[in-house]
């Protein structure tokens, strides 16, 4: 009884400390309107309505306030209050907006007014974005995923109910939370963020991702980046890719002129908006924003539209239009499930600053409050400036209901009875145990593990099976996994064991720990340049053998940390005993007059000579891998690093072989990698990257140990971007104990070119160009050029890439077609 009264005392007090002003927005119909603004006059205290029309706006102190409500395509409307107790109740009703467009006769071929509308919004947007480009605000955002028609199995996988999201008919909300935060913000995109509150439904220990992070969408800018970048209908090239109609006029409540312009494509496929952009007479400032696109305009097929609204107010003390409301609409479907979205951003309470102190903005761009996610439901109720609707009210009470009960040990171990149910057909295809409390799982693949099934000429058939465990903390960010494999090749009559060990230690500088030994079967290249199941086609159909195999026995034990912001340090020691392997079976699929070629990548056509003779040896390497000016997010459970691609990537490495079985074998290796992307605009994407390495004291070490370089014999690629792959190059001709230098360059215009060329601009295929060089001792340079269409399929489906390749070495050597099957990617 004392802690029902206590509560409701404490609602009292809370209501009483922060006030508000609450009520509903309607059209004279009395029909809600959706996303009002709601601000106090000559301030940048505001918020917005929900969907239902319903506002809170929280003021500090009673008094007289005059508070104005704007919605697009409404009066803008003021209503003056002496508010002397708390909530005060103001509901209001918006008239429609009163358009009106000059008189005038626009003669054929004559240019609409709203070119110089824009024109002079593009003169004048530097001016007016300068106005906005240092300030502090607080900061507010919700985010809501909805599903529909969503299966319990989709593709073998268990999808159910999402911890009870969905109904029977797979529907509901799969994700709800709400961030409040201060930020401080600099353009173009310098940002520091203190996020006090965070609440995700259903989960108590989650933290919002929907934060102040990435929703700086600038139409003042030339290019919206959205994943791709899309061209703002003010940028300075905006006329090269907009239509633009002067459909209306009016004017707001501080007797300023607003021109509401409609945008649209002049080319349906470029990466661009339609809708309408209000333009403020003579300051040429954006009022609003009414936009959307659709998302094979953004190459995101899946995605069936987004859509923006963004609202301006504007303060007579400061002259400065401010956006205080930011929303975000979108729509995705696939297989049948459809998908919604809407995030709603509200700013509030600027503080415009000419210059911000030299450390405001460090590496570490947002901190999350240790007790951010504990805010109990008063914090909220006082803290909320958009009112929740009655199905996200729903959805809260539901989920964290259903989390109470399913934190519970018993709810967790009566599921897990269940799952734990062992069958004597799960001996074939594995069975897992799981203790879901303690956060535990152990898993047997099962001896008829299909997905590992794969042919080579060493083996023949073989398979895959093993154990596994895992054993994560949430709190403390730790986590365990062990695994065995048991592989055996039906030819060759042998049973290899290995297994392995990773633990890390924290979320914060992730230190990592791993052993792993045994016996096993690899390629030369130890970056497997042909996978299993592109070597099991390419051998069983077509005879070609290309995958070339040693058998090691090994130990090995490594360690990995972050030891500075954006640096990584690793080393690993290892012993292994290397043998050579031969071929075992000359089955195929499909016969024809061909013979496999040996296991020996020097000698292919001789089958009793060993690739390597048998030896053993330790290798210690040490490396790291510096990102320059990366950034992080501090959370209460970690840090999250966020990379800087305005910079480049630098790897370094050591490798040292010692301890041979003869010093023949010892050798020193010293390595480097440069990777950098960048982005032109909406002209494409470019990616550099540069590898070079050198030997010392390896005239006779083991071909095992040489540099290896990642060719293709199969005309077929599997990766989105060709940076760590030569088309046209054989294997194992170039791999050298000696020097290199390896060059990959590749620009993906992202549909700049074709998006412009009649008919084809309908295929919506990206053009991609590529270079690469290999230099190696004794060899003239080796090289390829490639032209290429990326983003090539049907509808929804863009797996596919081709790419036609012309390869040089003192002279012309070969060309042919790639095949690019991007989705056996995620199968190898």
């Known amino acids: 009884m004392n802690k029902h009264f206590f509560l409701i005392a404490l609602l009292l007090l809370s209501a009483t400390i922060f006030a508000q002003i609450k009520g509903k927005v309607t059209d004279k119909s009395g029909q809600p ?116 028609n969503v299966p319990k199995k989709f593709l073998g996988m268990e999808i159910g109910d999402f911890d009870g999201a969905l109904d029977s008919t797979g529907t509901g909300i799969l994700y709800l939370s709400e961030t409040v935060s201060k930020i401080a913000f600099e353009k173009p995109n310098k940002i520091k963020e203190e996020i006090i509150a965070s609440k995700v439904s259903g989960n108590d220990n989650g933290f919002s991702f929907n934060t102040a992070q990435g929703t700086n969408y600038d139409f003042y800018a030339n290019y919206v980046d959205m994943g791709i970048n899309m061209v703002s209908p003010i940028a300075d090239n905006a006329m090269s890719y907009y239509k633009y109609k002067l459909e209306s006029m009016f004017t707001d409540d501080h007797n300023q002129l607003i021109n509401k312009i409609k945008v649209t494509a002049k080319r349906d496929k470029e990466p661009v908006f339609e809708g309408y952009i209000y333009i403020v007479e003579d300051t040429w400032a954006i009022y609003a924003i009414d936009l959307s696109s659709k998302g094979y305009r953004m190459q995101q097929p899946i995605l069936e539209y987004i859509a923006f609204t963004q609202n301006f107010n504007y303060n007579p003390n400061t002259r400065i239009w401010a956006k205080n409301q930011q929303t975000i609409d979108f729509k995705a479907s696939i297989f049948g499930m459809g998908f919604t979205g809407k995030f709603t951003h509200v700013f509030s309470n600027y503080v415009f600053k000419d210059k911000f102190e030299k450390k405001t903005f460090t590496k570490e761009i947002a901190k999350i409050e240790k007790d951010a996610n504990k805010k109990d439901t008063i914090y909220w109720n006082v803290n909320r400036p958009v009112p929740l609707t009655d199905e996200e009210i729903g959805d809260y009470h539901k989920k964290d209901s259903i989390q109470t009960i399913r934190k519970s040990q018993v709810y967790m171990d009566s599921l897990d009875r269940k799952g734990n149910k062992f069958k004597f057909l799960k001996i074939f295809t594995g069975y897992t145990y799981k203790d879901s409390y303690h956060n535990w799982s152990a898993s047997y693949k099962g001896v008829l593990d299909i997905t590992s099934l794969g042919f080579n000429t060493v083996q023949g058939w073989n398979l895959d099976s093993g154990f596994s465990f895992t054993k994560r903390n949430e709190d403390k960010g730790t986590y365990t996994f062990i695994n065995s494999t048991f592989n055996y090749g039906f030819a060759e009559d042998r049973l290899r064991v290995n297994g392995s060990i990773y633990h890390r230690f924290n979320t914060t500088n992730y230190a990592t720990a791993t052993a792993s030994g045994g016996s096993s079967i690899n390629q030369f290249n130890p970056y497997n340049p042909i996978s299993n199941l592109i070597n099991s086609i390419s051998t069983l159909f077509f005879k070609d053998n290309y995958a070339k195999y040693y058998n090691k026995e090994f130990i090995k034990l490594g360690y990995s940390q972050n030891i500075l912001n954006g640096v990584t340090a690793n080393g690993s020691i290892e012993y292994s005993a290397r043998k050579p392997l031969f071929n075992n079976t000359d089955y195929v699929l499909i016969k024809n007059d061909k013979d496999y070629t040996s296991n020996n990548p020097l000698l292919p056509y001789d089958n009793t000579t060993p690739a390597i003779v048998k030896h053993n040896l330790i290798k210690a390497n040490i490396g790291t891998r510096i990102r320059f000016d990366n950034k992080y997010v501090t959370r209460p459970d970690g840090i999250i690093n966020i990379p800087n691609n305005d910079y480049p990537t630098l790897t370094l490495a050591y490798e040292k072989g010692f301890g041979g079985s003869e010093a023949i074998y010892n050798y020193d290796f010293l390595s480097g990698m440069v990777d950098y992307d960048k982005t032109f605009g909406n002209k494409g994407d470019f990616t550099i990257r540069l590898k070079a390495g050198q030997f010392f004291n390896a005239d006779n070490i083991s071909f095992v140990d040489y540099k290896h370089f990642n060719g293709n014999q199969t005309h077929v690629g599997t990766a989105d971007k060709y940076l760590n792959v030569f088309n046209m190059l054989p294997y194992y001709t170039h791999s050298t104990n000696d020097a290199y230098i390896e060059t990959h360059m590749e620009h993906n215009d992202k549909g700049f070119i074709m998006n412009k060329i009649p008919l084809i601009n309908k295929l919506q295929w990206n053009l991609v160009l590529g270079f690469h060089m290999l230099n190696v001792p004794d060899f003239k340079p080796y090289q390829e050029y490639t032209v290429g269409f990326d983003n090539v399929g049907f509808g929804k489906f863009r797996f596919f890439r081709f790419d036609y390749v012309r390869s040089y070495q003192d002279g012309f050597q070969t060309d042919g077609v790639v095949f690019g099957l991007k989705f056996l990617n995620f199968l190898n």
């Not at 005060?88 to 110089?116: C, F, G, Q, R, W």
């Not at 001016?127 to 240092?134: A, C, E, I, P, R």
């Open 33 to 148: 309107i959706p996303y009002t603004t709601v601000i106090i006059e000559n301030t940048y205290n505001g918020t917005s309505a929900n969907e239902n029309g319903l506002f809170e706006l929280i003021v500090k102190e009673k008094g007289n306030y005059t508070v104005i409500f704007q919605s697009l395509g409404y009066k803008t409307k003021k209503i003056a209050a002496d508010i002397q107790t708390f909530p005060h109740t103001m509901n209001v009703a918006l008239e429609d907006e009163n358009y009106t467009l000059s008189e005038m006769v626009i003669k054929p071929n004559k240019e609409d007014p709203a070119y110089d509308i824009i024109r002079n919004a593009i003169k004048s947007k530097k001016k007016n974005s300068d106005k906005t480009d240092k300030f502090e605000a607080d900061f507010y955002s919700r985010g809501i995923f909805r599903a529909k």
